[in-house]
């Protein structure tokens, strides 16, 4: 895996400690540490960075309703290809609020 985009990883890792992380912050984060050439997708290398964080046991993944924040009850793999698939219906990169969130456990079960 490139390194650069682990580091991109372990600083949104570092951020989900302390915050909810948008999955529209992913495609951000890449511009940080990728020079990519014009049109290039930032999905591919996105989903690299969800896949890093999603194997990580202490972070979940959910979504916002009604102001609350509720995990997925996925495996790993399976809110991988929901994200992924979820992506793809949208039809662009995600902006705020889109598809889902990442955070630290033990920072969720703090802030409920």
């Known amino acids: 895996m490139d390194p650069r985009i682990v580091e991109a990883a372990k600083d949104l890792r570092r951020e989900c400690a ?64 929901r994200i992924s698939r979820e992506w793809d219906a949208l039809g662009k990169e995600p902006g705020l609020g889109d598809i889902c969130w990442f955070t630290e456990n033990a920072f969720h079960l703090t802030n409920r």
């Open 18 to 81: 302390e915050d909810y992380v948008g999955l529209w912050c992913l495609p951000s984060q890449i511009l940080h540490y990728v020079k990519l050439p014009p049109g290039v997708e930032r999905k591919a290398l996105s989903l690299e960075i969800a896949q890093q964080l999603l194997s990580d046991p202490d972070i979940i993944v959910g979504q916002f309703h009604k102001l609350e924040f509720q995990p997925w009850n996925l495996s790993a793999r399976n809110s991988y290809d």
